[in-house]
């Protein structure tokens, strides 16, 4: 651990150092734009002066930290082969500042032996904590002790906090902001009782993931998850009601659709439950298989609701709600695109492709806040790698799909980690990070998912 605690320490320094780097090296410029892919390819401007400004310490009002579940560095070029063209630029690649980071998990009640490969629970407690757990822990150490969130800090500090997703919010990710529970199984008051009888409420414990998020109340909670919203609560004051009963009672305005959502007021929490479970992808396609399939065109999901706000919409709207200049403090936000993971888990290239292109234009929404308010810290990440590979076409005996780019070119996705109708394994692989703002600097290099917790406390000024 001696090493991770120096990579810490030397990046505590990456302002100056980053300063330094950038009066000695010129970097390409990336255009941007809604044409072709030549008019979105890497132009060769001299970027000095954007890099420069772009290392800077300080503090910031704001932050918002955007996480594509799964979204490794082949996620991320599949999409932008498809969507953009090779030569082409998504939102997240226009950040000036880019790092790797290490994901690995630890052993249950033995944190000084790693887990190579990571889950969204034990990933997600280390940028949310700085504490590295074992898989399936949510925002608790690897001996099942609760720790502070991120979320929980900035509450305590006075700043508003929203916490948005397209999965169910009770997910790995949008649930460490919140909870604390020994599994991550454990999203309603019947899971609980059933797997995680320490954090069960009528055990005396905090209760299930969806209670503790109420308990939490964040000014903004947006995704889905509804149905563990209608389980009721067995102990404490709501007893025999149900866990949204709660969340009413605890002043939340409750919104179902993108447009009882774009309603919302300020000054009151808002709760946006838009399905049942996970929302529904936005694209479908071939899923790959063996031999691979013959070259296609992703379509829209056409069962998907024409009520269901984009990721976009909801990061749009959430931005709205928590910025208030009359006040003397920001806010904290975190944003999942959370069914990259899922879809490539299914070795479905079409629904990742199009879960990662929707995530990237909520990043867009979220870099033009940035942009007018300089004052933002945005920061771009995954929780872990996954299994999907760019591949030449038969280049693998495992599962494959090959799929039409807006360049009219044949891209093939190879999907190796399970068989076919089985679930594609993560990758233990360093993923990208990426941002812009104050303390931005400290993502450059080598770091560790537990950095990303110190940089945001830093940046926020959270005690």
């Given at each position: 651990m001696a090493s991770l605690f120096a990579v810490r320490r030397r990046w505590l320094v990456a302002g100056a150092l980053g300063a330094a780097l950038v009066a000695a090296a010129p970097v390409a410029l990336a255009t941007s734009g809604s044409g072709n892919a030549d008019a979105r390819s890497a132009g060769t401007g001299d970027r000095t002066a954007d890099v420069r400004a772009a290392v800077q310490g300080g503090h910031a009002r704001n932050v918002i930290l955007f996480i594509g579940d799964g979204m490794g560095q082949s996620e991320i070029t599949a999409a932008r082969n498809y969507e953009r063209g090779a030569a082409g630029r998504l939102a997240m690649d226009e950040l000036p500042l880019t790092g790797d980071y290490t994901t690995y998990a630890v052993e249950k009640n033995n944190p000084a032996k790693p887990e190579y490969v990571t889950d969204s629970a034990a990933s997600g407690t280390g940028w949310a904590t700085g504490t590295k757990t074992y898989n399936g822990a949510i925002s608790v150490d690897a001996y099942g002790n609760a720790v502070p969130t991120i979320?929980?800090?900035?509450?305590?500090?006075?700043?508003?906090?929203?916490?948005?997703?397209?999965?169910?919010?009770?997910?790995?990710?949008?649930?460490?902001?919140?909870?604390?529970?020994?599994?991550?199984?454990?999203?309603?008051?019947?899971?609980?009782?059933?797997?995680?009888?320490?954090?069960?409420?009528?055990?005396?414990?905090?209760?299930?993931?969806?209670?503790?998020?109420?308990?939490?109340?964040?000014?903004?909670?947006?995704?889905?998850?509804?149905?563990?919203?209608?389980?009721?609560?067995?102990?404490?004051?709501?007893?025999?009601?149900?866990?949204?009963?709660?969340?009413?009672?605890?002043?939340?305005?409750?919104?179902?659709?993108?447009?009882?959502?774009?309603?919302?007021?300020?000054?009151?929490?808002?709760?946006?439950?838009?399905?049942?479970?996970?929302?529904?992808?936005?694209?479908?396609?071939?899923?790959?298989?063996?031999?691979?399939?013959?070259?296609?065109?992703?379509?829209?999901?056409?069962?998907?609701?024409?009520?269901?706000?984009?990721?976009?919409?909801?990061?749009?709207?959430?931005?709205?709600?928590?910025?208030?200049?009359?006040?003397?403090?920001?806010?904290?936000?975190?944003?999942?695109?959370?069914?990259?993971?899922?879809?490539?888990?299914?070795?479905?290239?079409?629904?990742?492709?199009?879960?990662?292109?929707?995530?990237?234009?909520?990043?867009?929404?979220?870099?033009?806040?940035?942009?007018?308010?300089?004052?933002?810290?945005?920061?771009?990440?995954?929780?872990?790698?996954?299994?999907?590979?760019?591949?030449?076409?038969?280049?693998?005996?495992?599962?494959?799909?090959?799929?039409?780019?807006?360049?009219?070119?044949?891209?093939?996705?190879?999907?190796?980690?399970?068989?076919?109708?089985?679930?594609?394994?993560?990758t233990g692989t360093q993923v990208r990070i990426a941002g812009l703002g104050p303390q931005a600097a400290n993502i450059v290099g080598l770091t560790n998912q537990t950095d990303v917790f110190g940089t945001l406390k830093r940046a926020l000024r959270l005690r």
């Open positions: 979320l929980e800090l900035a509450k305590r500090n006075g700043l508003r906090t929203g916490d948005v997703t397209t999965a169910e919010v009770q997910d790995a990710t949008p649930a460490v902001l919140g909870a604390h529970v020994v599994s991550r199984d454990c999203k309603g008051p019947d899971e609980t009782t059933a797997k995680c009888a320490v954090n069960a409420k009528e055990n005396g414990g905090a209760g299930s993931i969806a209670e503790q998020l109420v308990q939490t109340r964040p000014d903004v909670l947006l995704g889905g998850g509804a149905k563990y919203f209608n389980q009721k609560v067995k102990a404490g004051k709501f007893a025999g009601r149900t866990v949204l009963d709660q969340a009413k009672a605890t002043g939340y305005t409750v919104v179902g659709t993108a447009a009882d959502l774009a309603a919302a007021k300020k000054g009151k929490p808002v709760l946006g439950l838009f399905a049942d479970g996970n929302m529904p992808v936005n694209w479908t396609g071939p899923a790959a298989v063996h031999g691979g399939t013959a070259p296609a065109r992703c379509t829209p999901n056409a069962n998907l609701p024409k009520t269901q706000p984009k990721l976009a919409d909801q990061t749009r709207k959430a931005l709205e709600l928590l910025d208030d200049r009359r006040s003397d403090k920001g806010f904290f936000l975190q944003v999942e695109g959370a069914s990259i993971d899922k879809q490539d888990h299914a070795a479905d290239p079409c629904g990742q492709i199009g879960e990662t292109v929707d995530f990237d234009a909520a990043i867009a929404a979220g870099t033009a806040f940035a942009r007018s308010h300089p004052d933002t810290l945005v920061l771009v990440t995954a929780d872990h790698g996954h299994s999907s590979q760019i591949v030449e076409p038969t280049a693998t005996p495992g599962l494959t799909a090959t799929l039409v780019t807006n360049e009219g070119a044949n891209m093939t996705l190879a999907y190796g980690t399970a068989e076919a109708g089985g679930s594609q394994s993560h």
